[in-house]
């Protein structure tokens, strides 16, 4: 049995992880905090980075990712490309655990007021590859 790498406090996203029930933390089967280790620690940290906005979270102001500027902004490619770079800095300033494989941001066709923004990455310690995926609504109305 190998000790995990990575280990950290089991938060379920409101937004980002709906298939895994109630949002918020859980409490494991001693009673204590339930937690997450290796690749799900990994991209649990990816998925709050993503939706944290710089200068919510205490004694960290410059920590999070710019995409909630993108809010409702145009549906074009200067919007997918800001996505992109807005992604890629937070990552590569706060994640250096990952290694950015592939990095995407486009619209799907049945849903023309979302950017998808999805990102392949891989685990530097373990080789182990993962996909996240991030929504931004955007203005439908714009060009792409």
Known sequence: MSVPRYRAVYFAHPYLDVDRG?????VGPGGRL?????AASVRQALLL???TRPGERVNRPRYGCHL??????PADDTT???AIHYVARAVEQWEPR???LSLDAERPADEPHVLEVRMRYRVRATQ?????????????GGGA
Not at 34 to 38: E, G, H, L, Q, S
């Open 22 to 26: 109630l949002a918020g933390l859980r």
């Open 34 to 38: 339930a937690t997450v280790t290796d």
């Open 49 to 51: 980075l993503l939706s």
């Open 68 to 73: 909630f500027r993108l809010a409702f902004a």
């Open 80 to 82: 997918a490309g800001l």
């Open 98 to 100: 990952v290694e950015v």
């Open 128 to 140: 182990h590859e993962d996909e996240v995926s991030v929504a931004v609504p955007v203005d439908a």
